[in-house]
């Protein structure tokens, strides 16, 4: 398997580069011998780029000035997820980060995931190492799912998308990990109780915190526990030598993250849903 950003060598026909200007306009460019394109920063080359080592700057082309200069790195699976074409809206880097760990997703893994709309979270996933099952209702989000996970990891990833409506049911049984981003995951719950192995991690991604504590209800009323509900806020910072301080914008909001293990039953399903239960995380005493 081969990710973004693990190629090493000079830069080679058909792989794409990331180009950054030194206004942070960033250009993403699958390099074709004796093509060219356009920037605000002027036309570059491709056989410039092509032989070239990472981390290389090149000069771009222009008629009245002398061009400015333009970074050439292999992009990152995060610059990948923000440029890629999309059909559906894609979970972000900042969220696809929490939630490897928050999944705990590991190599060999077994994931059914719904849907998978544009597939930014089937690619994390299976870098990961995870083998998907996936499940979406629109054929066309699917074929664009499918491209982009080719694109990025080739043909021979242990990745199947189903045309499907997950809310009728799950055929898999004895699951790792069941990852989702659809408008109701509360009526996914009852078939991720029987789906998912005892242990297993259930997650969802939600946009609304109306949709989380309908969510929250079902995950009380199955056999699952551990259940927790978190969001990602991330604040960059504008560091030069003169001013260092936040940068001026950030991504206010994007989804909550809600978290749960299935239990093996029979369990109390009453467990942490009193009102007076401490919110603090209480101490974890460890054994060995
Ligand atoms: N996580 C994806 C984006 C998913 S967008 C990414 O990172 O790229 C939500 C997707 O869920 C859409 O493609 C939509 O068609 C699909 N969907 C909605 N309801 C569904 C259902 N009941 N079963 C399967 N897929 C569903």
Not at 47 to 66: F, N, P, Y
Not at 222 to 241: D, G, I, K, Q, Y
């Amino acid at each position: 398997m081969t990710a973004p950003s693990s190629g090493t060598g000079p830069f080679v026909a058909g792989e794409r580069v990331l180009l950054v200007d030194d206004k942070d306009r960033r250009y993403l460019v699958r390099l074709r011998a004796g093509a060219d394109f356009q920037t605000h920063a002027g036309v570059i080359d491709h056989d410039a780029v092509i032989g070239l080592d990472e981390g290389s700057m090149i000069t771009a082309r222009r008629k009245e000035s002398a061009g400015r200069r333009l970074l050439a790195v292999r992009p990152t699976l995060s610059d990948l997820v923000v440029k890629m074409p999309r059909g559906a809206q894609v979970i972000y880097p900042k969220d696809l980060a929490a939630i490897l760990l928050a999944a705990d997703l590991y190599p060999g893994a077994r994931v059914l995931e719904a849907g998978v709309g544009s597939g930014a979270l089937s690619m994390a996933t299976l870098r990961a190492g995870c083998c998907i099952v996936g499940y979406e209702i629109r054929e066309d989000f699917a074929a664009r799912a499918r491209a982009n996970v080719t694109d990025l990891l080739g043909e021979h990833v242990p990745y199947r998308v189903e045309i499907r409506d997950v809310y009728d049911g799950i055929d898999e049984q004895g699951l790792d990990r069941i990852l989702l981003d659809l408008p109701e995951p509360w009526r996914v719950v009852p078939h991720a109780a029987t789906a998912l192995r005892p242990g297993g991690i259930f997650l969802s991604y939600l946009p609304t915190i109306n949709q989380t504590a309908e969510l929250r209800a079902a995950l009380a009323a199955h056999p699952f526990a551990l259940a927790e509900t978190t969001e990602v806020l991330v604040r960059s910072w504008h560091v030069t030598r003169q001013s260092v301080r936040p940068d001026h914008r950030m991504v206010a909001h994007t989804g909550f993250l809600t978290t749960a293990r299935r239990a093996a039953a029979p369990f109390d399903s009453d467990r942490g849903q009193q009102d007076d239960a401490e919110d603090e995380v209480a101490p974890t005493t460890v054994v060995e």
